[in-house]
């Protein structure tokens, strides 16, 4: 079973919609991370929030919005999307060492129409 | 900068075969090194992990050694099965926990 989950696990929205992602992880992990995964690509970092403040942010366009609320909780929001945004969305934790694994939500697929 | 380079796939292998995914980094420093598995649909999950050198990393019956001596963590499996196939990722942190720089991938096909 996923540790994290992330809802929903489908989207089909048009360019001019707004939604979001969410994800939530109850491992006590504080570190969180967004990544977008192309078919048959690596995952590409998008976000990082530490102790709840964002830390990284990879020159992601102002259109993906990210959002912690809490240390379990992680928010995506879309707007104005693009036909090349069509993805896999991934969320993951993890706790904050080098050597601590990340774990991974099976991820929202995204289809901007 | 980093860098993980992955034997090019898909590899496909009959049921009970040996496996041999090559992967080799270049990094700063003293990175962990992880593998990490794809199974359709899904998320990717930990495999393995070794944090220093000449440690062994193992789980469900595939291993891997950290050789800092020629910058390599190839996985091994003795016997695949249908079950195994996926992509596998292989993966580093150096410096930190935030940023994972991750191989290409590599699709494992196993057939019956």
């Known amino acids: 079973d996923t540790e994290v989950t992330q809802t929903p696990k489908h989207l089909v929205m048009g360019m001019t919609n707004k939604k979001s992602l969410k994800c939530e992880q109850h491992m006590g992990h504080r570190a969180m991370y967004w990544y977008k995964q192309k078919a048959k690509k690596p995952p590409e970092l998008m976000f990082v929030?530490?102790?709840?403040?964002?830390?990284i942010n990879e020159s992601v366009p102002s259109r993906f919005s990210p959002e912690c609320p809490n240390s379990s909780l992680l928010n995506l929001h879309l707007h104005a999307l693009q036909p090349e945004d069509s993805a896999l969305y991934l969320c993951?934790?993890?706790?904050?060492?080098?050597?601590?694994?990340?774990?991974f939500g099976d991820g929202t697929r995204l289809s901007i129409l | 900068g980093d860098s993980v380079t992955q034997m090019e796939g898909p590899v496909t292998l009959s049921e009970e075969a040996f496996l041999t995914i090559n992967c080799t980094y270049t990094a700063t420093g003293y990175p962990s090194l992880f593998w990490y598995v794809q199974y359709p649909g899904e998320g990717l999950q930990l495999l393995l992990k070794?944090?220093?050198?000449?440690d062994k990393g193992s789980n469900k019956g595939f291993e891997a050694t950290y050789r800092k001596e020629t910058t390599s963590f190839h996985l091994e499996k003795g016997s695949v099965q249908v079950s195994d196939s996926a992509v596998y990722f292989c993966?580093?942190?150096?410096?930190?926990?935030?940023?994972?720089?991750f191989g290409t991938g590599t699709k494992l096909q196993v057939i019956p």
């Open positions: 929030y530490s102790y709840e403040k964002l830390s």
């Open positions: 993951a934790s993890s706790s904050t060492g080098r050597d601590q694994p990340q774990h």
């Open positions: 993966a580093l942190h150096s410096g930190g926990y935030q940023k994972v720089t």
């Open positions: 070794a944090t220093k050198a000449d």
